[in-house]
């Protein structure tokens, strides 16, 4: 597990984008920072905990529909 620190603006989908390059695996970050559940944007400097993303990689099958023409 690694931290974080926020700048201002972030949200819990972007941070996820920036550190797993998915915004669907926000719901890991969320679970281990529940002080911060109810945070919709981040002010500068906050630290998050950030758990290690499962090792699944992307497949067209787990991608949705307007995303799967961008994996080889």
Do not use: C
């Amino acid at each position: 597990m690694d931290n974080y620190r926020t700048i201002q603006g972030d949200a819990w989908d972007s941070i996820a984008a920036r550190l797993y390059g998915n915004e669907y695996l926000s719901y890991l970050l969320v679970d281990a920072n529940p002080m911060h559940r109810l945070t919709v944007l981040f002010s500068a400097g906050v630290i998050l905990t950030v758990p290690d993303a499962p090792a699944k990689p992307a497949t067209v099958n787990n991608l949705p529909p307007w995303k799967r023409n961008s994996v080889t």
